[in-house]
């Protein structure tokens, strides 16, 4: 085992810690008026060690966001083999739902959407690789699945967006809103209709 | 022109001039730092006209987002039987982006998520002018198309919403987090995708 795998564990609860301390950080006091060194100070670091792992408060937040929507939806956009197109489309919606669930993350992109006038490209940034990571992801199980033969060939890039547009209509934009959201009982039954839709123009 | 007209008009206009000067404040401000005393100045009334007339801060931005998107969301002109349902959807589609981008709905959105956490009743109220309005007026449309036989018969208050949904996530979702985003050149090319989508499940 060399040296650097070996301090690997510790480096690794180190930067947990601080992911930890600035989501909370971020989410009380919003991007610009959280303070690195407050962020520090709570995850018991120096703030030399914290802009070692984190060059600035901007690559700090996107860490932030790619964690909290990583700890809910690892398995996002893989496509299981022998899988049908529904199956893999209503596993994706269980997983859009546990997102909406944990609120984390959508309290985290209002957080960003907070800093368009004074920040702007932090929420861009947040876009391109928080929401276009997941774009990807969704297409890139798109195009496995025409390559099966389980959806006709379509403009997956396009699909990807709108399929994830019909899903956040329900899931997430009211809770942008309204931070407290429930969501229906029937929600994930409802999003069904989603899939009917996306099936009926692209199902093989 | 009797005094009580006379009255009326000068309060109208005053109305009108509080909604124009308050639009104009919070769109360079925001809603917490935005003050009631610079808008009322800037319209050319006292703060106590300016409180006749909006109960509140909350009051006054509902009214200016009421104001924004009921411009051109006027859908009466859609009722000719004459019009196929392509055609409809599309003059939707384009009413609604019309009023995203040239009466900055985008902006005002942007706003009020900002403001969701410290001020959730203006959020909510605001959530229902842009959102629910909308969606009732669009569900008014498609139960007609379903009674003339041009809509497959189905849950109108779903459809709704996860066309709104395709919509918002490729012109608005990204003006949220970017406010120099304008609408692509393609954008009817991307509005007939959406419909040609949607009439894969819906067209009867």
Redesign the interface.
């Known amino acids: 085992m060399t040296i650097g795998a070996e301090k690997q564990p510790t480096s690794d609860a180190k930067r947990d810690g601080i992911i930890r301390a600035a989501q909370a950080l971020f989410l009380r006091d919003g991007f610009s008026k959280a303070v690195m060194a407050d962020v520090a100070r709570n995850a018991d670091v120096s703030t030399a060690t914290l802009y070692k792992y984190f060059e600035s408060k901007e690559v700090l937040f996107e860490a932030v966001v790619l964690h909290a929507a990583a700890s809910v939806q690892d398995d996002f956009g893989v496509v299981a083999p022998g899988t049908s197109a529904r199956d893999f489309f209503m596993q994706a919606l269980a997983s859009a739902h546990e997102v909406q669930q944990q609120a984390q993350v959508t309290?985290l992109l209002?957080v960003?959407?907070?800093e368009?006038?004074a920040s702007?490209s932090l929420?861009?940034k947040?876009?391109d690789t928080v929401?276009g990571g997941r774009y990807a992801r969704l297409q890139a199980a798109l195009d496995e699945m025409v390559g099966r033969g389980l959806l006709k060939p379509h403009?997956t890039a396009?699909g990807a967006?709108?399929g994830?547009?019909?899903?956040?209509?329900?899931f997430i934009?009211?809770a942008?809103?309204?931070?407290?959201f429930k969501l229906p009982p029937d929600a994930v039954a409802?999003a069904d209709?989603?899939i009917?839709?996306?099936l009926?123009?692209?199902g093989a | 022109m009797g005094l009580e007209d006379y009255r009326r008009n000068v309060s109208e206009a005053k109305h009108a001039a509080i909604l124009k000067a308050a639009r104009e404040v919070f769109l360079r401000d925001?809603f917490s730092r935005a003050a009631v005393a610079e808008i009322a100045r800037n319209a050319d009334v006292s703060t106590a006209t300016l409180y006749k007339h909006f109960a509140s801060k909350e009051d006054l931005f509902a009214a200016i987002v009421i104001d924004a998107v009921s411009r051109v969301e006027d859908m009466s002109d859609l009722e000719g039987s004459e019009t196929s349902f392509p055609d409809i959807l599309m003059k939707i589609g384009q009413t609604y982006l019309t009023n995203q981008f040239d009466y900055r709905a985008n902006d005002l959105m942007?706003i009020?998520?900002?403001e969701?956490?410290t001020n959730?009743h203006l959020?909510?109220e605001?959530?229902r002018a842009l959102?629910e309005r909308r969606r009732q007026r669009l569900v008014t449309v498609f139960n007609r198309l379903v009674e003339s036989g041009i809509m497959k018969p189905n849950?109108t208050d779903?459809?709704a919403?996860?066309i709104?949904?395709?919509?918002?996530?490729?012109f608005v979702?990204?003006a949220?987090?970017?406010?120099?985003f304008t609408l692509p050149t393609d954008t009817d090319e991307?509005l007939r995708?959406?419909i040609?989508?949607?009439l894969?499940?819906y067209a009867a």
């Open positions: 309290a209002r960003a959407i907070a368009v006038a702007p929420p861009r947040v876009f929401i403009d396009f967006r709108i994830m547009g019909m899903i956040k209509e329900l934009w009211p942008l809103f309204v931070p407290d409802r209709e989603a009917n839709i996306y009926a123009a692209y | 925001g942007r009020v998520i900002a969701s956490t959730p959020a909510a605001t959530l959102t849950n779903l459809s919403q996860l709104s949904g395709m919509i918002k996530e490729i979702w990204p949220l987090f970017d406010a120099s991307k995708n959406i040609h989508i949607f894969a499940r």
